[in-house]
């Protein structure tokens, strides 16, 4: 019997104890109280303008959350009391669907070029996982349009018997999906989280007959929804108010994928410049050699590589005069001029178009050209892609892209990691609707005729505080083993922003030992030069001994959404999947 008690000592129950209001909330509550048991509706009215700042709040706004508390807390239909307790009025603060830390609504302005905006943007939007073997499916294009996700990216290859079209990663070993299945699904789901335009981009590897066969296709599935250009070329593309729930078709016209495929030989031969194998922030562990990188680099490199053998250069006319239809569906040309890296950054008059440069062309071409980048992308479209050896589907540095204007960053969503989330992060501005206007200075021309210039030393505009109160939720949605077998957990949160090079910065609380809801109330402060670029990061690790700390949340919010004051921040899995219970307290001001 001895040995039996022996081992209910490791058996510990982990009781888990609501934490107290932190002292500022028991501050705010006693001042706006004027000091009494209750906060009636006009006191938390006042307090809603004061602390929250949100001046546009009425009486009956904060009647409204009084009411809703009471009936949520006490199921009180008839209310005894119209009045909150301190416990009502942290429970409130603490709840991430009644205090958010950022509005759910549109409210850019919406009637500007779509050369204005940072487009949500994915790329080979097909597959289900890595780049060289996964299947090819219409799930993960459903999943990024429900997220939001407004660019989809599709390759376009003839099938086996060369009689109809298929949606897959070209010379990999990815299994294919018929491109009818993904166009079906693309019009039942484009604007179920967004009533902006959805644009498709096609990396088309196919026959003027097969082409003739898309368009129709194209045209049978999206009918009236579909955006065709009265002209051929824009002189300034339109808006997404007026191509609100379109779909817009962008891929290199026929005449010049015939003389890029004309080219494509001499381009293999003069044009290889070695590229680095440097990552944005460090080289990645099992990466190619240099040359095998830009091998695949040159062959993944979307519209500018069509390396479709079935085609014939030498005969141009013939070829062409068959898929006139095709051609008209293209609202958006893509494509690439002759000659270097400034031609094709060259701003033509009466002619709207789209590039699209590989992560590590962006990156050569800001060292050396970054104000004509800007300056390009104040009326063309720059599209960014993952450079061709991210064959497990990571993600690249998107500030690049957006630091010079590039509206289609364009990520791999079934991913996973840390660039992912600031994705995730910046497409939570403007109510989520996949578009977000770039700030003015990127827009702006100064009088001298000059543009932004990112590499310019720029002074501190505002100063954000973050305080980091507690955390709750772990223990609803984890199991209590989860982290630690034989004790509470040992959070800490790591709070910090990503933007421009010089606001990046990460900072971390202390570790709150045994504790499921854990209290730091540590405050951080952040200069920022470019608040209109920079996302506050936030995340939650448990600390653990022998090994990798685990971790426990995290979320990322655009610094010029953030709503001032005491806020409720949801957490989010490594995935990007929002947990049901995790949470945050945290408050924000700018200074």
Known sequence: MGSY?????FTRKFK???????????????????????????QLHRFLVDVQGQGLATKGDAEGIVQQLLHKRHHMAK?????????????????????PPIGDQVHHDMTAPLSDYFIYTGHNSYLTGNQLSSDCSDVPIIKALQRGVRVVELDIWPNSTKDDVHVLHGRTLTTPVELIKCLKSIKEHAFSASPYPVVITLEDHLTPDLQAKVAQMVTQTFGKMLFCPDSECFKELPTPEKLKYRIIISTKPPKEYLEAEGNKRKMNNSHNVKESDDDVWGKEPAELTVDQEDDKTDSDASENNQDNEETDASEPEVRLSR?????????????KPKGGLKEALKVEPDKVRRLSLSEQALEKATMSHGTDVVRFTQKNILRIYPKGTRFNSSNYKPLIGWMHGAQMVAFNMQGYGRYLWLMHGMFRSNGGCGYVKKPDF??????????????????????LKV???????????????????YSPPDFYTRVGIAGVPADEIMKKTKKKEDDWTPVWDEEFAFPLRVPELALLRVEVHEYDRSEKDDF??????????????????????????????VRLLMRFEFI
């Not at 009391?81 to 301190?86: F, G, K, N, Q, V």
Request: hydrophobic share 40%; with cysteine.
């Open 79 to 99: 209310f005894r009391r119209h009045a909150l307790t301190l416990d009502d009025f942290h429970h409130y603060l603490f709840s991430a669907d009644l205090n």
């Open 552 to 581: 426990a949340g995290q979320t990322c919010l655009p610094v010029s959404e953030l709503k001032p004051g005491i806020r409720a921040v949801p957490l989010f899995n490594r995935k990007g999947e929002k947990f049901n219970s």
């Open 16 to 42: 888990v104890t609501e934490a107290a209001p932190p002292p500022d909330i028991k501050d705010a509550f006693n001042r706006y109280a004027e000091g009494g048991p209750h906060m009636t509706a006009e």
């Open 442 to 463: 990127l827009m702006n021309v100064n009088p001298d005729g000059s543009v932004f210039n990112p590499k310019a030393d720029l002074p501190v505009k505002k100063t």
């Open 323 to 335: 898929a006139p239809a095709y051609k008209h569906l293209i609202a958006l040309h893509a494509g």
């Open 467 to 485: 305080k980091v109160y507690m955390g709750d939720g772990w223990h609803l949605d984890f199991k209590q083993t989860h982290f630690d077998l």
């Open 5 to 9: 008690r022996m081992c209910v000592c």
